[in-house]
């Protein structure tokens, strides 16, 4: 992880136009590539973000960011204060609170629940920036990535768009296609997932219980 704290101006060029003027901000360059502007407010969210796989070039007092969609970052360094750099080793990942570890383990059992003649590969399926929740494939025999939670947001999203795109470096696996469960999810989580080709689908807790009650009495 490198941590830059610079007054600084950025601009980006893709599918719109965006420019943030000069101001000191926080610049994080993650070990998987990303790249993520901050400011001193706004909670998690970051002002602007690129994200891997993308290309970053140090210049005299400017950083170009691009990435194989011919998106462009570019951030006018004006005053470095701060610029340092750690090894965060591997993350163990976050740990999920009890209903959202039993959807899991509910949608890992019945998964035809997201799709008729879906099977399941493996739950916890590793990537390098951690394990995505279900990997399943489909009637078609397509690979689909599952990223569960209790309440889908934007962060959700995001998340399950960084697994794939790990997932699809693997020549055994691409293409992998994703799909965002929760109990309820967001309108601009729904937004987003459609923008970027993730399927959504919203779960009721209750009634996937009843089908695992109705198998437990079954045998």
């Given at each position: 992880?490198?941590?830059?704290?610079?007054?600084?101006?950025?601009?980006?060029?893709?599918?719109?136009?965006?420019?943030?003027?000069?101001?000191?901000?926080?610049?994080?360059?993650?070990?998987?590539?990303?790249?993520?502007?901050?400011?001193?407010?706004?909670?998690?969210?970051?002002?602007?973000?690129?994200?891997?796989?993308?290309?970053?070039?140090?210049?005299?007092?400017?950083?170009?960011?691009?990435?194989?969609?011919?998106?462009?970052?570019?951030?006018?360094?004006?005053?470095?204060?701060?610029?340092?750099?750690?090894?965060?080793?591997?993350?163990?990942?976050?740990?999920?609170?009890?209903?959202?570890?039993?959807?899991?383990?509910?949608?890992?059992?019945?998964?035809?629940?997201?799709?008729d003649g879906w099977r399941l590969?493996?739950?916890?399926?590793?990537?390098?920036?951690?394990?995505?929740?279900?990997?399943?494939?489909?009637?078609?025999?397509?690979?689909?990535?599952?990223?569960?939670?209790?309440?889908?947001?934007?962060?959700?999203?995001?998340?399950?768009?960084?697994?794939?795109?790990?997932?699809?470096?693997?020549?055994?696996?691409?293409?992998?296609?994703?799909?965002?469960?929760?109990?309820?999810?967001?309108?601009?989580?729904?937004?987003?997932?459609?923008?970027?080709?993730?399927?959504?689908?919203?779960?009721?807790?209750?009634?996937?219980?009843?089908?695992?009650?109705?198998?437990?009495?079954?045998?």
């Amino acid at each position: 992880m490198r941590v830059v704290i610079a007054r600084c101006s950025v601009d980006y060029q893709g599918r719109l136009s965006a420019h943030l003027p000069s101001a000191t901000r926080l610049l994080m360059v993650k070990a998987d590539g990303c790249v993520a502007i901050h400011a001193d407010g706004g909670a998690y969210k970051p002002l602007n973000w690129m994200n891997a796989p993308n290309r970053l070039t140090e210049g005299d007092g400017e950083w170009t960011v691009t990435n194989p969609k011919g998106e462009t970052l570019r951030i006018t360094l004006e005053e470095v204060l701060s610029d340092s750099a750690w090894e965060l080793g591997i993350d163990p990942g976050l740990q999920k609170d009890g209903v959202e570890a039993h959807l899991q383990e509910l949608l890992a059992a019945n998964c035809t629940h997201l799709g008729d003649g879906w099977r399941l590969v493996r739950r916890e399926y590793p990537t390098d920036i951690g394990p995505v929740d279900l990997l399943c494939r489909d009637a078609d025999g397509v690979a689909v990535a599952v990223e569960i939670k209790r309440r889908g947001e934007i962060d959700g999203v995001e998340q399950l768009t960084r697994y794939l795109e790990f997932l699809n470096r693997d020549p055994m696996l691409r293409p992998v296609r994703g799909v965002f469960v929760a109990q309820q999810i967001k309108p601009q989580a729904r937004v987003l997932a459609t923008d970027r080709g993730i399927g959504w689908v919203e779960v009721d807790y209750d009634e996937l219980r009843g089908i695992e009650s109705d198998e437990l009495r079954l045998f």
